[in-house]
């Protein structure tokens, strides 16, 4: 089993800063990527940015550009700097690990943390 734990969130005014931190334990051998994804109420979940072990990313349109994804291989964490935030990036964020077990995979999410941008 793997616990992610996010940590982070909180409420910015509109073109401000926020870094999201989700830190990993349990069984986090083979773990492949881990990624961000958001909810707003009454939307459905989306991807955010996802990178691999590797470091291969994955971000949304929406976000390109202004979010960085990164990890900290060392710490089991995995980070999304967030600038230039817009009213419209306002939801819960999830983090999320795809664990590879032969033969298949598995997906594991965090609790969230809410992300609100209002002036």
């Known amino acids: 089993q793997v616990q992610l734990v996010e940590s982070g969130g909180g409420l910015v005014q509109p073109g401000g800063s926020l870094r999201l931190a989700c830190a990993a334990s349990?069984?986090?051998?083979?773990?492949?990527?881990m990624g961000w994804y958001r909810q707003a109420p009454g939307k459905q979940r989306e991807l955010v940015a996802s990178?691999?072990?590797?470091?291969?990313?994955n971000y949304a349109y929406s976000v390109k550009g202004r979010f960085t994804i990164s990890r900290d291989n060392a710490k089991n964490t995995v980070y999304l700097q967030m600038n230039s935030l817009k009213p419209e990036d306002t939801a819960v964020y999830y983090c999320?690990?795809?664990?590879?077990?032969?033969?298949?995979?598995?997906?594991?999410w965090g609790q969230g943390t809410q992300v609100t941008v209002s002036s």
């Open positions: 349990g069984s986090i051998f083979n773990i492949n990527a």
């Open positions: 990178i691999t072990t590797i470091g291969v990313t």
């Open positions: 999320n690990a795809m664990r590879r077990v032969a033969p298949g995979n598995y997906n594991y």
